[in-house]
């Protein structure tokens, strides 16, 4: 007997999961606040070392708390030497990102803290994963390009350290800088699909790395994490485009989606874009890049216009359609783009796992299990068919 009811994928939009004081998204006023500080202040005057450390802990650090907060995170930067091995005997054309998500459980298989399943030795095995993942980034891209992996500089800073070991050449203030910023800005946003795969599975009493590697393979895909590197394949693509305003209206006719345009949560634009929108105009300036700044503000401006002429005004760009031409004039590779999200996120999902495993009894049972509503056939070998009709009926008779 078939089933008549369907239940669509609501894709769990507007169900509240769990509590969390980790960050907040307002999306009809397009405020995003991690620890009760607004991205814009944290962006400004902060940096990605001592916002992980206000993800990690809930609060600010003291001078000292962040002197040796970054001290153990230098020391963190070397990876254990067999990663270097395993990366060698990787296939060269492998996408970074599988690459990343593979890297996690060999680095599991070294932490000491690994099967210490306390709060203590979850910030621990945090702090690897924060220092670890954008070194087997960096020794991935010099590894395929035939080129030996470059030692940590401990004189540097996070930002400016990762951009010496991708580029082999230390970077300047300016764009160390404005990659911190981009880290400030990716590293967390409340239960997006990637953050919610990491505390589903560990929920499970699973340990961070299974988790954090679940979460890499959530934000791989091109409506997450991967939508960055799309929208700079799409400013490519248009670089010579005269009528804007005639493929915007084919794309969408089509059925395609304009990469880094809309959100499940914001109506409005995000903060995070707004944001990477004038580091935008500053990196073309800088870079004399400026036709990319000119294109993707043409695009936004064009698709804005036409999302609104078709009724659709709640859709507008999102984090990844300016961090995308500012990675590229940074001169980072595209394939990387997604990468360097995670090298962010990674703060926040570790953050979210802490909390999952170790916040205050919250009313919400350890394990996330929702349901399904089965609406599929009744059959039976022997002529036995289960019919759920009867069978109710026969559980309201007992
Ligand atoms: C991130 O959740 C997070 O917080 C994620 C993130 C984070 O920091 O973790 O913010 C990072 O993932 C940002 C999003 C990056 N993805 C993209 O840029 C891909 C393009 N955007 C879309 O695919 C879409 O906007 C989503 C998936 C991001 C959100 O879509 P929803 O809320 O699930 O809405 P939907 O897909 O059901 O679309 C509703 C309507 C549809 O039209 P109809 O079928 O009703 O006619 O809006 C249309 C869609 O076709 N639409 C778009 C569009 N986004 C929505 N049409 C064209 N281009 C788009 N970009």
């Known amino acids: 007997m078939k089933q008549t009811v369907s239940v669509k994928n609501i894709g769990l939009r507007g169900v ?41 802990n809930g609060y600010l650090p003291s001078t000292k708390e962040l002197d040796n907060f970054e001290n153990q995170m230098r ?39 690994l099967h210490e399943d306390s709060r203590d030795a979850n910030f ?29 500089d401990t004189t540097l800073s996070h930002a400016a350290n990762f951009l010496w070991q991708l580029t082999g050449t230390k970077p300047d203030a300016e764009m160390a800088r404005y990659l911190d910023c981009c880290l400030v800005l990716h590293a967390d946003h409340t239960f997006n699909a990637s953050t919610f795969a990491c505390r589903e599975v560990c929920s499970t009493r699973a340990h961070m790395y299974a988790a954090v590697a679940a979460g890499i393979g959530a934000l791989s895909g091109s409506l997450h994490g991967g939508a960055n590197a799309r929208v700079m394949a799409m400013l490519l693509d248009l670089e010579s485009e005269k009528d804007l305003a005639g493929w915007v209206k084919d794309h969408i006719d089509r059925g395609e989606r304009i990469m880094g345009f809309g959100h499940a949560v914001y109506k409005t634009m995000d903060p995070r874009a707004a944001y990477l929108k ?94 399904a509503e089965y609406v599929g056939n009744y059959c039976g070998l ?13 559980q309201e008779l007992s």
């Open 16 to 56: 509240t999961v769990a509590d969390t004081k980790i960050s907040f998204i307002d999306g009809e006023k397009g405020i995003l606040i991690y620890r009760g500080y607004r991205i814009e202040e944290l962006a400004e005057r902060s940096t990605f070392m001592e916002t992980a450390f206000l993800l990690l």
């Open 75 to 113: 020391k963190n930067r070397e990876l254990p030497d067999y990663i270097y091995d395993c990366l060698r005997r990787l296939p060269m054309d492998a996408d970074p990102m599988d690459m990343l998500q593979g890297a996690v459980p060999l680095l599991a298989m070294v932490d000491p803290d």
């Open 124 to 152: 621990r095995m945090a702090q690897r994963l924060i220092a670890w993942l954008p070194a087997v980034t960096a020794a991935w891209h010099r590894i395929r390009n035939g080129r030996d992996p470059l030692p940590p």
């Open 278 to 371: 004038d580091m935008a105009t500053k990196l073309g300036k800088s870079k004399g890049m400026e036709k990319w700044d000119r294109l993707s503000k043409d695009l936004e401006r064009i698709a804005t216009t036409e999302f609104v002429a078709r009724g659709k005004t709640e859709i507008k760009p999102n984090v990844d359609f300016f961090s995308a031409p500012v990675y590229f004039m940074m001169g980072i590779p595209r394939d990387l783009f997604t990468p360097i999200f995670a090298i962010s996120r990674i703060a926040g999902w570790s953050s979210h796992v802490i909390e999952e495993k170790f916040a205050e009894a919250q009313d919400k049972p350890m394990l996330y299990r929702p349901q």
């Open 382 to 394: 022997m002529g036995c068919v289960y019919d759920p009709l009867t069978a109710r009926q026969e």
